[in-house]
Structures are given as C-alpha cells and as structure tokens.
C-alpha cells in the first residue's frame, strides 16, 4: 500500500506554507468541513494565526452499498444532489427524503456535541480558509460553499491536501483551490494518510477551544 502523507497534521503544515499571506489578518477565518478536517484546519490555523471553525456537512450515501455518494447536506440547510447516480441505482423520492431527514438530525446532533452552546463565527466581510483533509467527489466542498455564499464572505479558499482536477476546476465559487497534490483521476490502490488520525468530540471541542484563543497562546495539538 502506498501512501500520500504520513499525517493529516503534516499535510496541514504543508499547506499552510503556501497561505501564508493570510497570516495574522484579523479578516480571516479558516473552517473545516469535517471531523477528521479538523486536525489539517488545525495545523493551518495555528501556523497562520487565525481562529478555526466547523461547518457542518454530512455526505448523503446509497442505501444500497452505504459507499457511493447521493449527496450533501449543510448545517446552514443547503443541500446538494447526485442525480444521475439517484436516477441509475433506482433510488425513490422517498428514500431521498428519508436519507436527507436523517442526515439532517445527525447534523443537529454533531452540531450540538462539538460546538456546545459556542455560535459559529460570523464570515461577513471575512476570507474564508475552506478545509478537508482530502476530496474524493469534491461534493462536501460544493455545498460548503454554497453555504457560505448567503454570509457574504470577502473570499473563499479551498485548501485541501488532494484533489482531482476535474473537481478543483468544478469549484467555480471558490477564489482559488490550493493542494499539494492534483490528479487527473484518483490513483488506485493509494491511501492518503498512513495514520488513521482517529479524533473524537472531546479532542474537536478542545482545538476549537484552544483556537478562540489563538491571539492569547501558543497552539499545541494534542495526541490522537
């Protein structure tokens, strides 16, 4: 097995090299888009100086193999679907629905269990630093940023380690795609990450914690 990175932390320093004129700009945010996200958003925040946040998304997948991609749901309420694979494996409106309902709750749940009663940070005026720790569909990132769009951020960045070509050049919203690998097509038979970076709700509340104080401190991210 091959592997692109060692770490999500690794991969989220090396980003950070190449953002760093967004460094200790007090107009720039940067947010991740999923858990596993969180440790490469992390590592960018901390080496620019500026404070993190989640967006919720939830990824929408068959109920028939629970791996191919529907969709994607935003905690801001947007949603964003895969018609053509709904229409080829015969999926129903109401399943549809089902599967968005339940991707809505398990939303609201995320929400609540790493933010607790924190409110997101306000992007109004804001760069927007756009975080995962890799894209496969680049499905989660679309909706991202059509959730984005109605806050009027000043820009949106989209960082992320890897890439597809195809799904960078689909992020027309996005000010620029930043990554330290593209591909034509995603290679088989490679992992990106050779550790598996496991994070759970404590560890996620205490990076965002530790990042509201980005100004006061130093940044330590702790062990997975």
């Known amino acids: 097995m091959s592997y692109l990175f060692k770490e999500r932390e690794q991969a989220g320093i090396k980003l950070a090299e190449t953002l760093k004129i967004y460094s200790s700009r007090s107009d720039v945010i940067v947010l991740s888009i999923s858990s596993r996200g969180v440790?490469?958003?992390y590592a960018i925040a901390r080496s620019i100086n500026a404070p993190l946040d989640l967006l919720m998304i939830k990824r929408l997948v068959s109920p028939h193999d629970h791996v191919s991609t529907l969709g994607a749901l935003s905690s801001g309420g947007h949603h964003l679907l895969n018609e053509t694979l709904i229409k080829e494996e015969g999926i129903s409106r109401q399943q549809v629905s089902e599967i968005e309902k339940q991707g809505r709750e398990e939303l609201a749940r995320r929400e609540k269990l790493y933010r607790g009663m924190e409110p997101q940070l306000n992007i109004r005026d804001h760069v927007v630093i756009l975080v995962d720790d890799g894209s496969h569909t680049g499905l989660s990132i679309e909706i991202a940023i059509a959730s984005l769009l109605g806050q009027k951020p000043k820009e949106i960045i989209v960082a992320v380690p890897v890439i597809?070509?195809?799904?960078?050049?689909?992020?027309?919203?996005?000010s620029k795609v930043v990554s330290l690998l593209q591909f034509d097509s995603m290679p088989d038979r490679v992992s990106w990450y050779?550790?598996?970076d496991n994070i759970n709700s404590e560890q996620i509340q205490e990076l965002l914690a530790q990042s509201r104080e980005y100004k006061e401190k130093d940044f330590e991210i702790p062990a997975f």
Do not use: C, F, Q, V
Request: proline letters at 0%.
């Open 194 to 196: 050779e550790t598996d």
């Open 164 to 174: 597809s070509r195809e799904n960078a050049d689909k992020l027309t919203h996005a």
């Open 39 to 41: 440790i490469t958003a």
